[in-house]
Every structure is written in C-alpha cells, then in structure tokens.
C-alpha cells in the first residue's frame, strides 16, 4: 500500500469515527435513560399533594393548612385579618396506577374574622392513613424540578428537554405527574405523604 493510500485510509477513518461517535454517544444515552425503566419497578403507592393557586375573591376569607398528623389529614383553618389575603390551597391525590392526577374536595369549615384557628379532619380521606416521610416505601421519592436534560451533550445534539414540574423518582426512573390543571401548573407543589392501605408499610 502507498503512502498516499495510507493516509486517503487514515483520513477516511477520521472521518468516519467523527461522524460515528455523536451516534455512539446519542446511543448510549438513550441506553442509560431506558435501563431503569426495564429494571426499576412501577410506584406503588399513591401521593397526596398540596398546591396553591393564585388569589379568588369568592372564596372564603380564611387561610386553610393541610399538615398529616398520626397518619391522618387535617386541615387548620384560622381567619385572615381586615386588608390581607392568602392564596387558597388545594389537595390532589397522584394515582399511582392511572398515573392520574384528581383534587381532593374539601369544604371549608365557616370561621368568623378574629375567631380562633381550628383543626377539623378531611372527611374525603378519612378512610385512609399517610406516611408524611419523604421516601415511600418502595423507594420513590416525590421530586419539584423546573426541568432537565443530559446536560451539555444534550444541548449539542438537541436532546435537552423541559419535563413537567413534578415527577416521582427512585433510582434513575422517573414518573412523571400530569394533568393539573394550568393555573395550578405553574404554581408551587408539595408533597404530603404517601398513602398506605392495610397490610402495607
């Protein structure tokens, strides 16, 4: 072999592992993306979320707190002084296998202006008990991100991505939560606990 095929052979191979290893490297990521899916089990448990929404003036001039206590729910109501307001608060319950997100009813109790707060049970979960821990039993953990991507290597390759502003993730998989509604979408989200039936722990 001359040298003028040697390096026609030796350019040729550059350019054929340049153009392979954004390939190789997109390949791999989706790899690395797809493993805990194959290997990380579905949730097991539902979650109990809360989230606030922006100012209405029909509803009720209180403040309403939802917090767990020995495995139940409850809300702490208390009345809001002349000329202050409080974004109202909502309870969602993610479905762990509809992956479905749904709105807790909840009545607010009446409460005069300068009353003291009161704690009342939501009668919607009184049927259930909550782990208020931030780790679910099986592993999963409730996550509130803006949005992710593979980093730079994404952003070469076009890959990055904004993901919903919630998800549950447990050791590389991630479960998005969908379906509030776009008001409450952008607003901020928090986790309560997670609920537990008879027999689980």
């Keep these: 072999m001359s040298r003028g095929d040697r390096s ?8 054929v592992a340049a153009a392979a290893l954004p390939l190789v490297v997109v390949g791999l990521f989706l790899l690395a993306s797809a493993i ?18 922006p100012y209405d003036q029909t509803r009720p001039r209180v403040a309403v707190d939802f917090s767990v206590r020995d495995g139940r729910v409850e809300a702490t109501v208390r ?24 709105a807790i009813p909840f009545e607010i109790p009446v409460i005069t202006e300068g009353a003291t707060p009161i ?10 008990r909550v ?3 931030p780790i679910a039993p099986d592993g999963y953990r409730f996550e509130s991100r803006v949005s992710r991507g593979p980093g730079i290597v994404g ?18 998989r991630v479960v998005p939560i ?18 537990v039936t008879d027999g689980q722990h």
């Design 119 to 128: 704690t009342v049970p939501v009668d919607a979960l009184r049927e259930v």
């Design 79 to 102: 009345p809001l002084a002349a000329e202050t307001y409080a974004p109202p608060t909502t309870l969602f319950l993610f479905d762990h296998e509809t992956l479905q997100v749904r």
């Design 155 to 172: 952003d070469l390759f076009g890959m990055n991505r904004y993901d919903p502003h919630a998800a549950l993730v447990n050791r590389g």
């Design 178 to 195: 969908t379906g509030l509604s776009s008001t409450v979408y952008h607003m901020p989200l928090y986790a309560l606990g997670w609920v």
């Design 8 to 15: 026609f052979l030796r350019a040729n191979t550059f350019l």
């Design 131 to 133: 782990l208020d821990q």
């Design 36 to 53: 805990p899916r194959w290997t990380v089990e579905p949730p097991a448990y539902d979650l109990l979320l809360r989230a606030t929404g």
